[in-house]
C-alpha cells in the first residue's frame, strides 16, 4: 500500500460518471460543486478587493491631510 498511487483525478471522474446512486445524481453534483467553488472564489476577490481600497483610500486621505 505504501508504493502504490492514487490519482485524485481518475477518482474524481470515476465519481462523476458513476456517481453514487445513478450517473445523472453525479453529474448534477460535480456542476453544483464548481458552481459553488467558482461563487466562493468570486466573493473573496470581491471582499478582498473592497477592504483593499478602503486601505488605499485611508492611505490617500492621510497623504492629503
Request: avoid cysteine.
Amino acid at each position: 500500500m505504501l508504493r502504490s498511487k492514487f490519482y485524485w483525478g481518475s477518482f474524481f471522474e470515476r465519481l462523476r460518471e458513476r456517481s453514487w446512486f445513478n450517473s445523472s445524481l453525479g453529474t448534477w453534483l460535480a456542476d453544483l460543486t464548481s458552481l459553488v467553488m467558482v461563487l466562493f472564489g468570486m466573493s473573496g476577490v470581491v471582499l478582498w478587493w473592497i477592504l483593499r481600497s478602503r486601505w488605499i483610500l485611508r492611505a490617500v486621505g492621510r497623504l492629503r491631510s
